[in-house]
């Protein structure tokens, strides 16, 4: 990912960017609920502008699937990448 930075083909190379998924919260009996955040591999721009993330999986559990849904609706202009 580095050369590709000194290739100038991306920029603005982020290891493990952390998105948030769902905020922080009290529910209505007080209790407070922890952001529920998603960490990825790499964020960058393209050459484009786009925003790309990309995430590295040996095994989809079923944590992670539920989280790239909330991801991808959350965040519906970036591009993602699972390899």
Known sequence: MKLLVKAKKIEILM?????????????N??????????IADFS????KGQQIVE????MRTSEYKIKM???????????????
């Open 15 to 27: 290891v493990q960017p952390e998105f948030i998924l769902q905020e922080k919260f009290r529910d």
């Open 29 to 38: 009996q007080g209790k407070a609920h922890r952001e529920i955040k998603f």
């Open 44 to 47: 960058y721009l393209n050459v």
């Open 55 to 58: 995430d590295v999986k040996g």
């Open 69 to 83: 849904k909330l991801f991808l609706n959350k965040y519906p202009n970036i591009v993602f990448f699972e390899l």
